[in-house]
């Protein structure tokens, strides 16, 4: 792997495309999954945080990774303001993950909710990466908003289905200047390496890991297929033939002059 | 064996032994309960008719074998497919059902728990509800905790670690106003990371008024959504009033709570119907109101004090565990709550398949935390308990319980926003 292929997030730099979710599973386990995972970026809810010493999220996270606070449990701009900023006062640093969420089935991103929150907290010196439907539009605007990245799900959150949203993530790639991190949906390390074939500058998982039979193990084949996946599109994906096969004569061999 | 709800005081006055007589043998002297109580906030909606339509077409001797294992392959559970997996067709198949409904636990839940405490703060009641230990009639000691009392309950709690607390009180606006339960929400909140609330129901600004107090999740117990038989259990107070109690989860969302709490109690009527309408309660409400957090108690009726007669019936624990393997297949993101009225070996059973939440440290007296937690002896008096518990643990053997399970116990997982 290229040494300078670096992750860059509001002028921090990591080597590691993989952050890892910290919901779901035992805090004791956290430190062998970020080991495992080779991550330096961990989520973890601000609601989770917010405890007393006895289990406090805070303890179990290993010196050195990065911290990403989200703001699980908004359902506005508002209340995911007031959660970003407990977070910083619970000493969890700048970054923020805004997830705002109307819906407590699906627990889908509110879009407009999340521009707005974006903007507000970039003003104050957050750096914001937004979990967000993938729409064109909604990515633009949080590119003007003031986000660090922008972090698209790949399905519902949860349901390890996969890239679900797979054209419109790729539409995002190709058309918005911050780094796409696919995040919510990815159930398997073989899509998460797809992701970043496709030019994705990072995967988000959680879910997938919490469910898996061995945690750590399932942390090490995400890392690999992570690296994988950005090496291939570093090198620049072959040919790929979908349809019938390549005239081995040109079509357009008849042209003279 | 059949429930004999009816016992009479020794210390009841002839006046009230007449009264009580003529309420459980004449139901003409009953007030109407369909029938709306001077205060009682009329809500417009259609959330009631919809849940009583799909219960009363609910016909469960119809589904097959068949039906159950198509509902099992479904990718999504339909109501269809629900009706399917309650009924007696789905009992062969329990084994099949909970590892589906682990599944879905550990997509939505992964392998937390969450732990809470009830706290009673008052037990005065006014109804005359022939089930339960609270009820006007039964000759218990009643008690209502002051400011004080509830502070040092609190602290008592909060000491031993928890850090979420259900707030009850008997059902008695007179003896327990909104206001005081408003005072109690404040202390809590200086407590505790989260306050629930299950008390009687009201009106919605007065659940607004206790969401500024500090609480964020309401629970009322339907106890059974049969109004008929609903009105032979509830012989006499304002909760016999049914239609206003089916409601009170909708008025206490507008009132702006974050979340609310629905049940039946099992074993009052067909536990089947009243399964179906308990989650329908919750399905219609959620897409009428989706930004809310919906969450599944599944009590069963227990003995009280001075009846231990009292029983589930016909709903035994594998009747218990295959209703709540069904609400988590039909309902697979909210939260499912089980109560100390279960046994250890069931809750730590049950935790591993599908509910989210159980109570630890539990007392259903009043002002009994100290006694109970310390074995110090009591120095003031206690107030007894709604219905007698089963699983006494306390947080501490929970929480190394839940961990021995490979499972973790949370704390919290809330902030008041």
């Not at chain 1, 495309?17 to 495992?36: D, M, T």
């Not at chain 2, 309650?86 to 198949?93: D, I, V």
């Not at chain 2, 969450?114 to 000759?139: H, K, Q």
């Not at chain 2, 002002?367 to 219905?387: I, L, R």
Request: hydrophobic share 40%; with cysteine; aromatic share 8%.
């Amino acid at each position: 792997m290229n040494n300078d292929d670096k992750l860059i997030l509001g002028g921090h730099e990591f080597e590691s495309r993989f952050i890892l979710g910290s919901g779901k599973y035992s805090l004791r386990l956290i430190e062998a999954a970020v080991q495992h995972a080779g991550a330096q970026i961990i989520t973890l809810a601000v609601r989770r945080a917010n405890t007393k010493e006895q289990e406090s999220i805070l303890d179990h996270i290993p010196q050195g990774v990065t911290l990403l606070p989200n703001t699980s449990g908004a359902r506005t701009a508002q209340e995911a303001v007031r959660i970003a900023r407990l977070a910083r006062e619970l000493g969890c640093g700048d970054f923020v993950k805004i997830e705002i969420m109307k819906d407590s089935k699906y627990l889908l991103p509110d879009n407009a909710e999340t521009v707005k929150a974006t903007e507000i907290l970039a003003k104050e010196g957050f750096v914001v990466m937004p979990y967000m439907y993938p729409d064109l539009y909604t990515a633009r605007d949080l590119v003007n908003a003031g986000a660090a990245a922008v972090m698209p799900l790949a399905s519902p959150i949860g349901s390890n289905k996969g890239l679900a949203t797979k054209d419109f993530i790729q539409i995002l790639i190709d058309e918005i200047d911050l780094p796409i991190i696919v995040d919510a949906g990815i159930g398997r390390p073989s899509q998460a390496c797809e992701a970043m074939e496709m030019g994705a500058a990072a995967v988000m998982a959680n879910t997938a890991l919490a469910t898996a039979g061995d945690l750590p193990t399932m942390a090490n084949a995400f890392r690999q297929a992570i690296e994988a996946g950005r090496s291939a599109y570093l090198a620049g994906l072959g040919r790929v033939i979908t349809r019938g096969a390549s005239a081995s004569d040109p079509l357009t061999g008849f042209l003279r002059d | 064996m059949d429930n004999s709800f009816f016992v009479d005081s020794a210390h009841l006055s002839k006046e009230a032994l007449e009264k009580k007589h003529r309420l459980e043998n004449d139901p003409s002297f009953r007030k109407n309960h369909m029938e709306y109580l001077e205060g009682m906030e009329v809500l417009k909606s259609d959330i009631c008719e919809k849940v009583m339509a799909q219960m009363k077409s609910y016909d469960y001797a119809k589904y097959t074998a068949k039906d159950v294992k198509a509902a099992l392959e479904h990718e999504t559970c339909t109501i269809e497919d629900f009706k399917a997996l309650l009924s007696p067709a789905a009992e062969p198949f329990l084994e099949q059902m909970a590892q589906r409904a682990r599944l879905e636990t550990s997509k939505h839940f992964g392998n937390t728990v969450y732990i809470f405490t009830p706290l009673y703060i008052a037990n005065y009641c006014e109804n005359y509800c022939v089930y339960c230990g609270f009820n006007c009639y039964n000759d218990i000691n009643r008690m209502k905790l002051n400011e004080q009392q509830i502070e040092h309950e609190m602290k008592v709690i909060a000491d031993s670690g928890m850090e979420e607390i259900l707030i009850l009180t008997g059902e008695s606006r007179a003896k327990s106003d909104v206001k005081y339960i408003g005072e109690a929400c404040k202390l809590a909140r200086k407590y505790f990371r989260m306050v629930g609330l299950e008390i009687y129901p009201v009106n919605t600004d007065e659940y607004k008024y206790l969401h500024e107090c500090g609480a964020d999740y309401v629970t009322v117990f339907q106890e059974t959504y049969d109004s008929d038989r609903y009105e032979q259990l509830h012989l006499f107070g304002h909760k016999r009033v049914w239609p206003y109690r089916f409601d009170a989860q909708e008025r206490a969302i507008l009132g702006g709570m974050r979340g609310v709490a629905f049940s039946a109690l099992l074993g009052l009527a067909d536990f089947r119907k009243d399964a179906l309408a308990t989650a329908m309660h919750v399905y219609y409400l959620q897409r009428k109101y989706p930004h809310v957090e919906m969450s599944l108690s599944c009590p069963r009726l227990r003995p009280i004090k001075n009846n231990d007669t009292i029983n589930p019936l016909e709903v035994h624990e594998k009747q218990l565990c295959q209703i709540i393997c069904a609400y988590r297949i039909f309902l697979p993101y909210v939260g499912i709550t089980v109560s100390s009225r279960e046994s250890a070996r069931f809750r730590n059973g049950i935790v591993k398949i599908a509910a989210t939440k159980i109570s630890a440290g539990v007392s259903t007296g009043i002002g009994d935390h100290e006694s109970k937690y310390t074995g110090k002896e009591a120095d003031a008096p206690e107030g007894d308990e709604q219905f007698e518990i089963d699983d006494g643990r306390s947080l501490g053997t929970m929480y190394k319980d839940i961990e021995g399970e490979g499972l973790q116990p949370v704390l919290n997982d809330y902030l008041y926003v």
